[in-house]
């Protein structure tokens, strides 16, 4: 089942069916970790340094300290890239906050636990790009203003339960709406609206995570003379966009052509998306994009 995958725990390489973490390890009792993923092109990670720029403050925020600086964590990823077998990979970096005696005060964990799993990368459907998906607006997201909030912390069940539910009912994503309808984000992606020809996404303040694929499309919308704004948005500017589109490390900028049955502008992928896409191509081809540890 895992052996296409390549296991790094605590620095030294596992046996993907061995590769195991302690029961009393806080990232398996509480979902007390967090963590990252990338995907290479022509062999690079795509925005390595903001990825792990974000770990960093993730840890931060959660009072997570991590077991190795930012830079010495890249060297443990260029050493994981050589000896893959695939040169088309995504990444996941998890940092636990380690093991500890049964106990809800983080305080008494011993050394944060950090895991590398690297997988063959799957190509996504060109279906997706050429035909749009649609999406389902769910009650849900990260309280704003708590500490996990906009950190990447591993305890996604209710985003898996969102983006579950979503698809049960025919879906591909769940779009996550606040309780005052407040659009936020997917339950693993950033959302995006295009309004009279304006580019418009939740800030960062909905409680959203700001994704490394969403800052790429800030920068494919300034190369392309697109206006882009980050405002308050909610439900009802979904279901009256001209375009709508999220955004993810492996799935790239998938056009939404559908909410809640409701068809979004002409109901198929709209120029600006096409358009911000194929800027988004173009900056991973370049590779510089996101690369450095410099804020
Ligand atoms: C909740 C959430 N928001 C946004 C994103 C997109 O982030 P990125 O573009 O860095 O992959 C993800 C990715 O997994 C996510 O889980």
């Excluded at 950090?114 to 790009?129: F, V």
């Excluded at 009650?139 to 305890?155: C, F, H, W």
């Excluded at 295009?194 to 490394?212: D, Y």
Aim: proline share 5%; with cysteine.
């Amino acid at each position: 089942m895992s052996s296409n995958h390549s296991v790094w725990l605590d620095g030294r390489q596992v046996a993907p069916d061995e590769a195991s973490v302690s029961v009393f390890d806080r990232g398996f009792l509480y979902g007390d970790s967090v963590f990252e993923v990338m995907r290479t092109y022509g062999g690079v990670v795509f925005g390595l340094g903001m990825h792990l720029r974000r770990l960093g403050r993730s840890a931060e925020r959660v009072g997570i300290r991590l077991p190795l600086s930012l830079a010495q964590l890249a060297d443990e990823i260029d050493l994981a890239l050589a000896a893959f077998a695939a040169r088309e990979l995504k990444l996941r970096v998890v940092v636990t906050r380690g093991r500890g005696p049964l106990s809800l005060d983080p305080t008494t964990a011993g050394t944060a636990t950090r895991l590398l799993i690297l997988s063959p990368l799957a190509a996504q459907p060109e279906h997706l790009y050429q035909r749009g998906v649609a999406v389902a607006l769910v009650p849900g997201g990260a309280l704003p203003g708590s500490p996990a909030a906009g950190a990447k912390v591993s305890n996604y069940l209710a985003n898996l339960l969102a983006a579950h539910e979503a698809r049960r009912g025919g879906a591909y994503e769940a779009l996550l709406v606040g309780p005052e309808g407040q659009l936020r984000e997917g339950a693993s992606s950033n959302v995006f609206i295009v309004q009279r020809g304006r580019v418009r996404t939740p800030r960062p303040e909905a409680g959203i995570l700001a994704g490394v694929t969403r800052a790429a499309v800030f920068e494919a919308a300034q190369r392309s003379g697109v206006p882009l704004e980050q405002d308050v948005l909610f439900a009802s500017d979904v279901y009256g966009a001209e375009e709508c589109f999220l955004t993810s490390s492996l799935r790239e900028v998938v056009p939404i052509v559908c909410a809640d049955g409701v068809a979004i502008g002409s109901g198929e992928p709209g120029p600006v998306t096409r358009r911000l896409h194929a800027c988004f191509r173009e900056l991973t081809a370049e590779g510089h994009f996101g690369a450095t540890f410099a804020d």
